[in-house]
C-alpha cells in the first residue's frame, strides 16, 4: 500500500502510489502542496487506545484485587 497523502489545496486525504509521489490530487487535480500524512493511520490509534484500556483495565482490576484480599 502506498504513502498517505494529503492535498493542502482542498484537504483531501488520498492514498499515494505504491511508490514515489502521487502526480496530482484526485479531487481537484492540484499538483502542487501535496504532502505525505504523517499521521498514524486510524487503525495504528485504534490499537493504542486499546492496549491503553486492556492495560488500565488489568491496573485497576489487580488495585481491586489488592484492596478486597
Ligand atoms: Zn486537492
Given at each position: ?45 485504534l ?15 489487580g ?6 484480599s
Amino acid at each position: 500500500m502506498g504513502m498517505q497523502y494529503h492535498c493542502s489545496r482542498c484537504h483531501q486525504r488520498f492514498a499515494g502510489p505504491a511508490e514515489g509521489a502521487p502526480e496530482h490530487c484526485p479531487r481537484c487535480k492540484a499538483e502542487a502542496g501535496l504532502e505525505p500524512d504523517k499521521r498514524a493511520p486510524l487503525a495504528m490509534l485504534l490499537f493504542a487506545a486499546f492496549l491503553a484500556t486492556a492495560v488500565l483495565a488489568s491496573v485497576v482490576g489487580g488495585a481491586v484485587a489488592v484492596a478486597s484480599s
